[in-house]
């Protein structure tokens, strides 16, 4: 029902047209509001700090496809990956948390953002 909204300025980490109707028909309860730093669950508003914003659009760029931790980190995060980097899977996991927080009804059983094969998803 609901779908990304899209602005062309936005950057590649945004939300792209032809992913967002894809999204918006897979789930049809997660909205991308590229205008501001908004999105709708299952028609509830929610507004989002500029990188949950980001992370968002990234994955719902790639709805249904799994987003690697490597790929997150430097496409969402602008950082160069490192493995041993601990501190960075901990904040890459605090954002998911705390995004999960603010879009999912049950943070700790999300049905739209989930954990797979060492990365993310949006369903």
């Known amino acids: 029902m ?3 909204m899209l602005n062309e300025s936005l950057h590649a980490s945004s939300v792209s047209p032809e992913r967002a109707r894809v999204a ?3 789930d049809g309860r997660v909205r991308v ?3 501001g730093q908004r999105a709708g669950v299952d028609g509830t508003a929610v507004s989002l700090p500029e990188q949950a914003h ?3 659009g990234y994955l719902a ?3 249904g496809q799994v987003c ?3 790929a997150i ?3 969402v995060f602008r950082e160069t990956f490192d493995e041993q980097n601990h ?3 901990a904040r890459l996991n605090t954002a998911i948390s705390r995004l999960r927080e603010r879009v999912e009804q049950d943070p700790q059983n999300p049905k739209h953002i989930m954990t797979e094969g060492g990365g993310y998803v949006l369903r």
């Open 24 to 26: 918006g028909r897979r």
């Open 54 to 56: 980001r992370l968002l």
């Open 33 to 35: 509001d590229a205008e």
């Open 87 to 89: 501190s960075q899977a």
């Open 2 to 4: 609901a779908v990304a």
């Open 61 to 63: 760029n790639r709805a």
């Open 68 to 70: 690697s931790r490597r």
């Open 73 to 75: 980190i430097e496409d």
